[in-house]
Structure formats: structure tokens, C-alpha cells
């Protein structure tokens, strides 16, 4: 009885964990130590490469190539903006505005539509623009809505749900 009773109260606290942080161990093509440009090489037999969707566009080009080349660079993930945590945005917004006084390169990421995004920048006085990259991508990339990725020459050094995001060092 009083196994089963501590087998349900660590089923809950790991499923609270999860739906409120990140996954505690994160197999994906994007997790912690995972180099995005080593994901996007083919393998030799012919199968399809781990990371083989991932684009940050603006309106003229696709930025990621030269983004996954610096050292600093922040990724703020909304993959859906009209289903995103607005409560996130306050939080989101003062780790952006850190983040640029440390000298990273800052963007939002959402797969929503550009105007949409413009409003919601100006309406949480967000201090980033926004670049597109498809939603299923960015699920991958992170569960969480907003969320933020750290990269390093495009090592995934950190990932962080918005309600973890104080614990981020910059």
C-alpha cells in the first residue's frame, strides 16, 4: 500500500514536472550538447539527417546559417503565438533585454503570422524582432510556449521553459 501510494506521488510530481519545466531527459535532435549543423549532415545511408527542417527566415533570407556561426545567440520560441503563455512575456522580455547587454544576438521564433507577431512585440514591448521557422520544428526544438534556447556556434548550451528562465547564465 505504501509503495503504491509513493509510486503515484512520483508519477504526479514527474508529470507536474514536465507539463511545468521541460522533459527530464530530452532525446531530441536539439537537446543540451546537440550541434544543430552536425544534425543537419545526411548520413551515409541514405536516411533522412535529425535536424533536416530547421530555418530561421525573415522577410529576405533565411538567417540561420550565419546564426549557428556566433558564439552568443539567444532563441526566444513561440511556436504559436495564440497559444502561448502570456504570462511568459514578462519574463521573456527582461531575459532579452539581459541577454543583449551580455552581447548576445537575440530573435524571437514563431511559426505565427508576421503581423500578428509586430503587435504582440509592441503590446509586451518585447526587445527582439521575430523570425519564422515551421511550428512542428519548433516543437521539436522545445515544449515549452514561449521558450528560450542559448546557442554556441550551434551547440545547444541551454534550454529553458519561460517559468525557468531567471535561472539562465548568461
Excluded at 549543423?37 to 533565411?62: R, T
Excluded at 539567444?74 to 495564440?82: K, Q, S, T
Excluded at 552581447?103 to 503581423?115: E, I, L, N
Aim: one cysteine or more; charged letters at 25%; glycine letters at 6%.
Amino acid at each position: 500500500m505504501i509503495i503504491t501510494f509513493l509510486s503515484l506521488a512520483l508519477f504526479l510530481f514527474t508529470v507536474k514536472h514536465v507539463l511545468t519545466h521541460l522533459p527530464l531527459i530530452d532525446f531530441r535532435a536539439y537537446a543540451i550538447g546537440k550541434n544543430i549543423p552536425e544534425g543537419m549532415v545526411f548520413p551515409a545511408d541514405g536516411s533522412i539527417a535529425p535536424v533536416h527542417d530547421f530555418m530561421l527566415e525573415d522577410a529576405q533570407a533565411d538567417l540561420a546559417p550565419e546564426l549557428l556561426r556566433q558564439e552568443k545567440v539567444m532563441l526566444v520560441i513561440v511556436y504559436n503565438l495564440d497559444k502561448a503563455d502570456v504570462n511568459g512575456f514578462r519574463a521573456i522580455k527582461e531575459i532579452g533585454i539581459k541577454a543583449k547587454k551580455k552581447g548576445y544576438t537575440v530573435y524571437g521564433v514563431s511559426a505565427s503570422f508576421s503581423d500578428d507577431l509586430v503587435l504582440a512585440k509592441e503590446k509586451y514591448n518585447l526587445p527582439f524582432d521575430f523570425l519564422f521557422c515551421d511550428e512542428t520544428t519548433l516543437k521539436t526544438m522545445i515544449r515549452a510556449n514561449p521558450g528560450v534556447i542559448i546557442l554556441n556556434k550551434g551547440t545547444v548550451v541551454e534550454k529553458k521553459n519561460w517559468v525557468d528562465v531567471e535561472e539562465i547564465e548568461l
